[in-house]
């Protein structure tokens, strides 16, 4: 496509519930990242995905966070017994390699809202 | 692990004022800079990156950044604001090549910038 997209636009769920975030990144990229946006704060970063394996997960919070991405294009974030504490924006971005030793331009989507309540 | 700072949080100008956004990063080794841009109700856009070369960077829109690493500091600029550089602005970094985070970037807290017609 002609950018990263990303669905839902809005989530509203649950405290408890089990939440799914879907990103499709730029046709041929082969790195994406998923980050997390709290009100009032930049972009923190989660999870970076190289092709279909997660090259780096050391932003995830707790194990309730979890992301896949099987055949190395769409990519999916999954958040187990939602918090309220884990509302915010979730933001996908992805480079066309990913190993320019960090050089590459990350393009983001337009993120999902997440509240919980 | 790097961080970022962006001193001001909220900039309020004139149009054809000059605008200067800091930005401070906390690591030793080597970096590589970003700027980036979001307009109202649009999503994160790439103003401006370093990574070598020449420390004065252009980038889109008029924007330009010097990088000077004894101040750890790669500030964002431009000589005449316009109304539509009303936005909120980002430094990010990352450092290459370190073990587990070379691509995924640190953001600043951001700086929201209102140009006044």
Same mark, same amino acid.
């Given at each position: 496509?002609?950018?990263?997209? &990303?669905?839902?636009?809005?989530?509203?769920?649950?405290?408890?519930?089990?939440?799914?975030?879907?990103?499709d990144p730029i046709s041929g990229h082969t790195a994406l990242y998923w980050y997390r946006?709290?009100?009032? &704060?930049?972009?923190?970063?989660?999870?970076?995905?190289?092709?279909?394996?997660?090259?780096?997960?050391?932003?995830?919070p707790n194990d309730r966070f979890f992301a896949v991405r099987p055949e190395g294009s769409v990519s999916t974030l999954k958040i187990?017994?939602?918090?309220?504490?884990?509302?915010?924006?979730?933001?996908c971005a992805s480079s066309a390699t990913g190993l320019a030793g960090g050089t590459d331009t990350q393009y983001f989507g337009p993120g999902t809202r997440l509240t919980v309540l | 692990a790097q961080s970022v700072s962006q001193h001001n949080h909220h900039v309020i100008l004139?149009?054809?004022?000059?605008?200067?956004?800091?930005?401070?990063?906390?690591?030793?080794?080597?970096v590589n800079?970003?700027?980036?841009? &979001?307009y109202p109700g649009q999503h994160l856009q790439l103003l401006l990156k370093y990574f070598s070369g020449d420390p004065l960077v252009k980038g889109i829109k008029g924007f330009e950044a010097e990088f000077i690493k004894?101040?750890?500091?790669?500030?964002?600029?431009?000589?005449s604001v316009q109304w539509s550089d009303t936005a909120?602005?980002?430094?990010?970094?990352?450092?290459?090549w370190t073990v587990g985070g070379a691509d995924g970037l640190t953001f600043g807290k951001g700086t929201h910038l209102i140009i006044q017609p």
């Open positions: 496509g002609a950018g990263v997209s &990303q669905t839902p636009s809005n989530k509203v769920t649950e405290k408890g519930k089990y939440v799914e975030l879907r990103c946006q709290s009100l009032g &704060q930049g972009p923190e970063f989660l999870i970076y995905f190289q092709g279909t394996g997660a090259a780096d997960d050391s932003g995830l187990q017994r939602t918090e309220r504490g884990d509302s915010a924006v979730y933001l | 004139s149009e054809a004022a000059s605008l200067e956004l800091g930005c401070n990063y906390s690591y030793g080794g080597t800079l970003f700027w980036y841009v &979001q004894s101040k750890f500091s790669f500030n964002l600029r431009k000589p909120e602005y980002f430094c990010a970094v990352n450092a290459p």
